[in-house]
């Protein structure tokens, strides 16, 4: 008998919780990244029922063998017609009757079929955001998984101190950072960024053949997948001489962020945290020339609540994992940009990838 991972039985227990305070007795999952975080399991192309009652895996032909195997404590429905027509025949069965949903992970077409499709008995009711407000706080199992990735992410790092020299094209890198990934039997969490010289005053640079030069900075921005959970972390390489310009904005954003990071606490405002880091920049003359949020939450995306943004109204809570990367990007010269990972703990943050402790 296969047995349930108690981090997946304490996440469904705070699910229910959360069910029992909008008074529904049922949900509907559509999401594959919400359904891997109820469950463990990697979904595709399937919806997930929840209830207190029973929980019921909604699949076709193709994967109900391996969620069969891979789905303890859930029963597994293989569906023949249609997804809306098994959940409505589930519900049925189950008696349910206010039965929430996220809006956002269905298109219209599907919600017209499943609204059509439900028995009249059951009342459908858009409720957002349910199981993405408990992946904002990592549990002890993600938190290791996020550490492992990191691991194996600086691991690579130290690695393309051998590859990144001048002459050697981004393209290039990227091969060998294909198979110092591959080798370690790991995956990325997105399309790596190599951008030298004026390419790194692109925020989501694409990978070009140009060759490096001496004396640039090399801006490099990867993440590693482990499990699922991804890290993802921005790094400058400095070929040569570096030039006073270059210097000067490094060390800028280097402060910037620091500033930023020694604020980090539960109950702050993730408002705050932007501002303070935009600030500093400001008074270096160099806010007009950073121009995205400071960071956000990563897990089993890559980007994921909370979003460390000044529009933002969330407020930083105890095993919270969120970048921090403030840049400043100069039009056809150059961009800097430095990204760390950092754990909201009960008295201040920890750098996951340094070994620094900040407290205010």
Same mark, same amino acid.
């Given at each position: 008998?296969?047995?349930?991972?108690?981090?997946?039985?304490?996440?469904?227990?705070?699910?229910?919780?959360?069910?029992?305070?909008?008074?529904?007795?049922?949900?509907?999952?559509?999401?594959?990244?919400?359904?891997?975080?109820?469950?463990?399991?990697?979904?595709?192309?399937?919806?997930?029922?929840?209830?207190?009652?029973?929980?019921?895996?909604?699949?076709?032909?193709?994967?109900? =063998? /391996? #969620?069969?195997?891979? @789905?303890? $404590?859930?029963?597994?429905?293989?569906? !023949?017609? +249609?997804l809306s027509k098994a959940f409505g025949s589930l519900a049925r069965a189950l008696r349910l009757e206010r039965i929430g949903f996220d809006d956002r992970h269905l298109?219209?077409?599907?919600?017209?079929?499943?609204?059509?499709?439900?028995?009249?008995?059951?009342?459908?009711?858009?409720?957002?955001?349910?199981?993405?407000?408990?992946?904002?706080?990592?549990?002890?199992?993600?938190?290791?998984?996020?550490?492992?990735?990191?691991?194996?992410? =600086? /691991? #690579?790092?130290?690695? @393309?101190? $051998?590859?990144?020299?001048?002459?050697? !094209?981004? +393209?290039?890198v990227l091969l060998q950072l294909e198979r110092f990934v591959r080798d370690r039997k790991v995956g990325f969490a997105f399309d790596p960024i190599i951008a030298s010289?004026?390419?790194?005053?692109?925020?989501?640079?694409?990978?070009?053949?140009?060759?490096?030069?001496?004396?640039?900075?090399?801006?490099?921005?990867?993440?590693?997948?482990?499990?699922?959970?991804?890290?993802?972390?921005?790094?400058?390489?400095?070929?040569?001489?570096?030039?006073?310009?270059?210097?000067?904005?490094?060390?800028?954003?280097?402060?910037?962020?620091?500033?930023?990071?020694?604020?980090?606490?539960?109950?702050?405002?993730?408002?705050?945290?932007?501002?303070?880091?935009?600030?500093?920049?400001?008074?270096?003359?160099?806010?007009?020339?950073?121009?995205?949020?400071?960071?956000?939450?990563?897990?089993?995306?890559?980007?994921?609540?909370?979003?460390?943004?000044?529009?933002?109204?969330?407020?930083?809570?105890?095993?919270?994992?969120?970048?921090?990367?403030?840049?400043?990007?100069?039009?056809?010269?150059?961009?800097?940009?430095?990204?760390?990972?950092?754990?909201?703990?009960?008295?201040?943050?920890?750098?996951?990838?340094?070994?620094?402790?900040?407290?205010?």
């Amino acid at each position: 008998m296969t047995l349930v991972n108690p981090y997946l039985i304490s996440r469904r227990k705070n699910f229910f919780s959360k069910l029992a305070a909008h008074h529904l007795d049922g949900y509907l999952i559509t999401s594959d990244i919400n359904i891997r975080y109820l469950t463990g399991f990697p979904a595709s192309e399937s919806w997930l029922l929840v209830s207190p009652k029973k929980s019921y895996y909604m699949t076709d032909f193709r994967y109900v =063998l /391996e #969620a069969r195997q891979g @789905l303890p $404590g859930i029963a597994v429905h293989r569906y !023949r017609s +249609s997804l809306s027509k098994a959940f409505g025949s589930l519900a049925r069965a189950l008696r349910l009757e206010r039965i929430g949903f996220d809006d956002r992970h269905l298109s219209f077409h599907a919600f017209k079929r499943l609204k059509n499709e439900r028995p009249a008995s059951i009342k459908l009711i858009a409720v957002n955001g349910l199981v993405e407000e408990l992946r904002e706080i990592k549990d002890a199992g993600e938190i290791n998984l996020i550490r492992q990735a990191l691991k194996l992410h =600086l /691991e #690579a790092y130290r690695f @393309l101190k $051998g590859v990144i020299k001048p002459g050697v !094209r981004e +393209s290039e890198v990227l091969l060998q950072l294909e198979r110092f990934v591959r080798d370690r039997k790991v995956g990325f969490a997105f399309d790596p960024i190599i951008a030298s010289g004026p390419n790194s005053c692109l925020p989501h640079a694409k990978i070009t053949d140009r060759k490096i030069q001496p004396h640039e900075p090399v801006l490099v921005d990867i993440g590693i997948e482990v499990d699922g959970y991804k890290s993802d972390l921005t790094r400058i390489f400095f070929l040569g001489t570096i030039p006073h310009l270059v210097r000067k904005i490094y060390s800028a954003v280097a402060l910037a962020q620091e500033k930023a990071i020694t604020k980090i606490q539960p109950g702050v405002r993730v408002a705050d945290i932007d501002a303070q880091a935009r600030r500093y920049l400001n008074s270096q003359k160099l806010g007009q020339f950073f121009g995205h949020s400071l960071g956000h939450g990563v897990g089993l995306e890559i980007h994921e609540g909370p979003r460390l943004s000044s529009q933002s109204s969330s407020i930083l809570k105890e095993n919270m994992v969120v970048t921090v990367e403030p840049a400043v990007y100069l039009p056809q010269k150059f961009g800097i940009r430095i990204e760390d990972m950092v754990l909201v703990t009960a008295g201040g943050c920890e750098v996951l990838s340094g070994n620094r402790n900040h407290r205010d």
